[in-house]
């Protein structure tokens, strides 16, 4: 009872205050419109799953981060931390019976736990889009299409973010083609994610040392993954069979995206491996051209995860896009709406005694599907009207006894401050507001 | 990588496959539009709250049902069991600066822990409605209100749902008259919250021996709970001001619902109580009128449960809603909408070559908004339209290479069956679908 106890949320954490969720809101009806537009469905899954899930696939990067706990039960359980495991789970158990491909997305919220640092988020929202069932290129054209044309839709353009796609196909072909012993792949796989953020001279000595290349290779194979373009890799590695038909791929691919319109969002990047181990195909990451922010969304060709939970055999390439980095990329860009109060009508009493009169009109015009507000309790004019004037109401009505008496309301249209004499008769047939615009 | 790893989804936890998933949305979408009607703003808390949130102000029924656990940081953390608290924690650090009354509703996933019950669910989604800052009984009247129109939204009658509406401060009024000593109180109470489900005998001694009355008190007290109206109430008990006070409010509130339209959806009952120990005042649940299913809602006024968590003193009432209940009354009345796939369009191609043409098609109608599919592989027509009516289309486009030659495509209309060539310059500006309605 007493004013000291303080309860405070769950550092990383957040909690959505209607401003904030306005801002959540805006961003997943976005992601809802154009996953539909694309024909996928909405599914979803419990917040919570067996912790041998994860355990089983995911590399020791993710293992190490869970949210995981034992239950009353004394079962080892963890919140998710990512959707697609959960996405095997489900259609492991339906997918025989399905037709294909199956085009699904989902917007869960996910879960890390990592030593605080400071600020950091243990939850964010993610928006998953898969097509399973489908091996060809089509359905990752599909994929990324769908993406980025989600932040196309929430406003941003193609000077603002670009998609690096490469193919880890094509980047085993070329390292086999190199002589690289299939056990050292994923050393060299490493040392290309790393690329980015390690200092040049360790990752040569590691493709050196780990991989058996000799200096000039490894100099040579650094240059391409940074620089290289598909014509580069062509004229270097193009006589290769396993090369050439990744190549292939990756041509056909772009055709698709440049087709359905998409063509200056993507830039072909070897740099781009995706450091989870179950990608088997394209991969790709979106980025903010300036590269101020972190990914704004990851994903790729997962062939083999279905199989690996014990469902069908299926093909499958999907992306993740969480809440967090894009909102902030938004925020900077202004791109946010404005947050408001948006009530249609706030109804207004000169006296008490039509309250009744009040409630009635509320009724009628909130059947029609209007936002509609009064006072809760018997207020003085000027507490009403600057309650409306909070709620953003668009057109209030006000009751007075003399106009009532004559079978009258005024409405005022609160932007333009214009107000006309309605018909009491036509306001209670939830008409009478639309006229009345500035 | 063995067929035999198949894993299974945690008990009492639901999976959302888009079938299901499409009847949460409905229930959801309905929720959502009819709290906007209200004026209600959207909000959400995390879905992890710490312990002690709850063991502060809950009876033990609730802390002993929780999804707790020890995080590996060693803080006592919870899965949220109801969203009451974290409302109270917001509110608490930001509701001083706000204009009155708040508005607020979410939709968030709750969580028990009790000992598996076969079939039992352990979560559950719950809409929640609060006005908090207005202690009138036109708030009450809103909230009740607010719960009705989504029922009746959803295609709900005064036939189907009934909402069983009291105050305990009338209860507890009677009780003090009737000369029970406040400390005898919770006990009556539990009594009366009993009353349906335990035998008249051990009623009536517990009345006895727990809260001193004598056996004829008993008697009548237990009469009147059970089957008396107000005019019972106001002729044994009116001369008592705080029972005549509580019966005003009641009446009040019962003439604000009837003038929202809802008279008769509501029935006063004595035996409403609510089994939380936080509520102060009016008080109701909505039951099916044929009492097949438990209740579909509960709410009322809780006034002193924001200060109870360290917040400003602030007046409150609202309502819980939960979807399980909810949604098989809907099955069992037949309310639930036919679960369907709604693509737009489909374009099929009858040769591999107009496959770029397809891409160009399905980007300028998605960009017009409509929900375009096509197949992701060269496949056969024969194929194509099957994947056309699985994805239930509205129309297809057939692009046939001599009618490209000639600049037209046939667009079908997939319901009447009726064929018409198009120019495809018209097609390819986004239009030419909606005149060839059957």
Redesign the interface.
């Given at each position: 009872?007493a004013?000291?106890?303080?309860?405070?949320?769950?550092p990383g954490?957040?909690?959505?205050?209607?401003e904030e969720?306005?801002i959540?809101?805006h961003v997943f009806e976005s992601w809802r419109?154009i996953s539909?537009?694309?024909?996928f469905?909405?599914?979803?899954?419990?917040?919570?799953?067996?912790l041998?899930?994860y355990t089983?696939k995911s590399g020791e990067e993710i293992v190490g981060q869970l949210?995981?706990?034992?239950?009353?039960?004394g079962?080892e359980?963890t919140?998710r931390p990512e959707m697609t495991?959960s996405l095997a789970?489900?259609l492991?158990e339906?997918s025989r019976a399905m037709?294909k491909?199956i085009?699904?997305f989902t917007l869960p919220?996910l879960f890390r736990?990592e030593r605080?640092q400071r600020g950091r988020l243990r939850?964010h929202f993610q928006w998953n889009v898969d097509?399973v069932g489908?091996a060809?290129v089509?359905?990752d054209a599909?994929i990324l299409a769908v993406a980025l044309?989600a932040l196309r839709d929430l406003g941003l353009s193609q000077d603002d973010i670009v998609a690096r796609v490469s193919d880890r196909r094509l980047l085993t072909a070329i390292l086999t083609s190199l002589g690289v012993s299939p056990e050292a792949h994923p050393e060299a796989f490493e040392v290309v994610d790393k690329v980015e953020r390690e200092e040049r001279g360790k990752s040569l000595l590691r493709l050196r040392d780990g991989c058996g290349m000799s200096g000039a290779k490894a100099e040579d194979f650094l240059s391409l993954v940074g620089t290289g373009g598909l014509e580069d890799v062509h004229r270097l590695f193009g006589q290769d069979p396993g090369v050439a038909e990744a190549l292939t791929d990756m041509r056909d691919y772009q055709e698709?995206l440049r087709?359905?319109?998409l063509g200056d969002f993507i830039q072909f990047d070897l740099r781009i491996v995706r450091g989870l181990a179950y990608y088997t195909g394209i991969v790709f990451e979106i980025f903010d051209r300036d590269r101020e922010f972190r990914a704004i969304c990851g994903g790729g060709r997962y062939d083999?995860l279905l199989?690996?939970?014990?469902?069908e055999p299926l093909p499958a390439t999907g992306f993740g896009m969480g809440d967090v980095v894009l909102t902030e990329l938004l925020t900077d860009r202004g791109l946010l709406p404005d947050v408001s109060?948006d009530?249609d009508l706030y109804l207004v009493s000169i006296s008490p005694e039509l309250r009744?009169l009040v409630?009635?009109l509320?009724?009628v015009h909130?059947e029609k599907?209007?936002?509609?507000?009064y006072?809760?309790?018997s207020q003085s004019v000027k507490k009403q009207f600057s309650?409306a004037s909070?709620?953003g109401a668009r057109w209030v009505i006000i009751l007075g006894p003399d106009e009532v008496k004559r079978g009258v309301a005024v409405v005022r249209d609160m932007a333009s401050g214009t107000e006309a004499e309605v018909a009491l008769q036509v306001l209670k047939a939830g008409e009478g507001l639309e006229g009345n615009e500035g």
């Open positions: 009872m004013k000291d106890k303080a309860f405070a949320r769950l954490f957040r909690d959505f205050p209607p969720l306005q959540r809101s419109r539909r537009r694309y024909g469905q909405e599914y979803d899954g419990p917040p919570l799953e067996a041998e899930l089983e949210y995981a706990f034992e239950d009353k039960g079962r359980i919140l495991p789970r489900i492991g339906r037709p491909p085009r699904w919220q736990y605080q939850e097509i489908e060809g089509g359905a599909e044309d698709v087709r359905l319109g083999r199989e690996l939970v014990g469902g109060r009530a009744p409630h009635e509320a009724r909130r599907g209007r936002r509609v507000l006072s809760l309790r309650s909070t709620e």
